[in-house]
């Protein structure tokens, strides 16, 4: 889950950058959660799959939640190692969804879950309505790559809740995604980013952007340390958590 986080957080830091067009503040203001997906190109990552992340569900009080772990799979290697990796923002803008997908199953996107590219720029508020009586409806996805938003197919793609892995990082055997996401009894573990990603939420839904001080990207580096680590660790004690590299898994699926 550490390295997870630490692609989230880096998610968030493009969304934030303002050199880009950036997120609506209201898509993340009334989100009912969001999920924070990295398509890997190389690391640690779970069987079967080509990205990882975690989802968070927005609270009533506009608190979010601790995250849950997730993994995607269903897009294809050729696409991660052709140039486009891809962190991938979704919000979620239904509370029946994000219940959805906190449900200890596998949701594939374009079935029960139907993602669109959402609108960019910070203060786009009149194109959802977001001032208004009517409820935003629907789930908004926003794709990084190399330094643009841009857009990537995710019809195909299946999410699924990482139970083992929630298990390790809460230190918690039996917790579920739901536990985590509604159940207000977890307690979220200290220094491992889970407070940078409440922190810059919260300046999503404000329209504010982030320039990284110094302080905080030597503490980016060294929190990437520790999430490596942490991979490797899982790795030794998870029989589903395995090492790749895409270019190598994409020549692979070529030749099949």
Not at 29 to 43: D, P, R, Y
Not at 232 to 251: G, I
Request: aromatic share 6%; charged share 20%.
């Amino acid at each position: 889950m550490e390295g997870m986080i630490w692609n989230a957080n880096h998610a968030l830091d493009q969304a934030l950058d303002p050199t880009t067009a950036g997120i609506p503040r209201g898509m993340i203001k009334n989100c009912q959660g969001i999920i924070l997906l990295s398509m890997v190109e190389a690391g640690f990552i779970f069987s079967g799959s080509v990205g990882s992340g975690v989802i968070l569900a927005h609270n009533e009080d506009d608190t979010w939640s601790p995250p849950s772990a997730v993994s995607v799979g269903g897009i294809g290697w050729g696409l991660v190692a052709g140039g486009e990796v891809k962190d991938v923002i979704i919000c979620v803008m239904e509370r029946g969804k994000v219940d959805t997908l906190s449900a200890e199953t596998q949701i594939k996107i374009g079935g029960q879950l139907s993602a669109t590219l959402g609108p960019t720029g910070r203060e786009a508020e009149a194109s959802l309505n977001f001032n208004g009586t009517t409820e935003v409806r629907g789930t908004y996805a926003y794709t990084f790559s190399k330094g643009i938003f841009g857009g990537i197919s995710l019809e195909s793609a299946v999410l699924k809740v990482r139970p083992n892995e929630n298990a390790r990082f809460y230190a918690k055997e039996g917790i579920t995604s739901k536990d985590i996401l509604h159940g207000n009894t977890v307690t979220a573990p200290k220094d491992k980013g889970i407070e940078e990603l409440h922190y810059k939420l919260d300046l999503l839904s404000k329209g504010k952007v982030l320039v990284p001080t110094p302080a905080q990207v030597e503490r980016k580096s060294s929190m990437r340390v520790l999430a490596d680590e942490a991979g490797a660790s899982a790795k030794t004690t998870q029989s589903d958590v395995t090492e790749v590299n895409a270019r190598e898994e994409a020549e692979k699926e070529a030749m099949s």
